[in-house]
């Protein structure tokens, strides 16, 4: 029962380079999403995933881009990192795009950009 | 602007003694509403939930949260707190008016005191 798996858990990117963090759930649920975390200002969505097939920006957007591969996985890529990326980044799954189900997270990355 | 607002950044009580974590949120109408907690280094385990019904919900770990809709509040506690209880805090509300994705407060770190 794994849930939400995340990779990496670390990592250290050079300002300016490109990475995709993993995400992979074995609960087939239909919703995904990615959430950074900052000191003091809780979860922010970056874009979240509704169903297969389709993907939408959330609160913060900009510097990420995403992949929904199918309907396990959901990836997020920075394509030029910047020191303002430097955060800890959760993604989550929920049985349907309602709010009503809650949502089960990942174990995080923590991504630091020097 | 709609949010979720935990006033307490820290909160520092001792072990035995009782707990109350405040939430309020400015959405119109009812939400859901999540408390989840965050151990150090890890992901975001949900305590308890509220849809609709009794306004006095149990969640794990001896937790219980109580909706007022009148305040627009919904109040995390526990009667007798214990050493491992310490984490971070954070409450949660999907609301129509959002999507129905999740909006998250920026959390409440708990330190206990032995």
């Known amino acids: 029962n794994a849930g939400v798996t995340q990779t990496p858990k670390f990592q250290v990117l050079k300002t300016g380079q490109s990475m995709t963090l993993q995400c992979a759930q074995d609960?087939?649920?239909?919703?995904m999403y990615w959430y950074r975390q900052d000191p003091g200002m809780g979860l922010r969505l970056i874009y979240y995933?509704?169903?297969?097939?389709?993907?939408d920006k959330g609160e913060v957007p900009n510097g990420y881009n995403v992949s929904r591969l199918n309907k396990r996985e959901f990836s997020l890529r920075l394509e030029s990192a910047a020191p303002s990326q430097t955060s800890v980044y959760f993604c989550?799954?929920?049985?349907?795009?309602?709010?009503?189900?809650?949502?089960?997270f990942g174990s995080g990355t923590r991504l630091t950009v020097v | 602007a709609q949010s979720v607002t935990q006033p307490d950044i820290h909160i520092t009580v001792s072990e035995g003694a009782s707990l109350e974590l405040r939430c309020n949120y400015s959405?119109?109408?009812?939400?859901?509403l999540f408390w989840y907690v965050q151990s150090p280094g890890q992901g975001l385990q949900l305590l308890l939930k509220y849809f609709s019904g009794d306004t006095l919900v149990q969640g794990i770990k001896g937790f219980e949260a109580e909706f007022k809709r009148s305040q627009s509040s919904f109040n995390l506690r526990k009667p007798s707190v214990h050493w491992s209880d310490a984490a971070e805090y954070f409450c949660?509300?999907?609301?129509?008016?959002?999507?129905?994705?999740?909006?998250f407060g920026a959390g409440t770190i708990l330190r206990v005191k032995s």
């Open positions: 995933s509704a169903s297969e097939g389709t993907t």
């Open positions: 989550a799954s929920s049985v349907s795009p309602r709010a009503n189900y809650g949502y089960t």
């Open positions: 949660a509300v999907g609301a129509k008016e959002y999507g129905n994705k999740l909006v």
């Open positions: 959405y119109g109408a009812t939400p859901y």
């Open positions: 609960m087939n649920h239909n919703s």
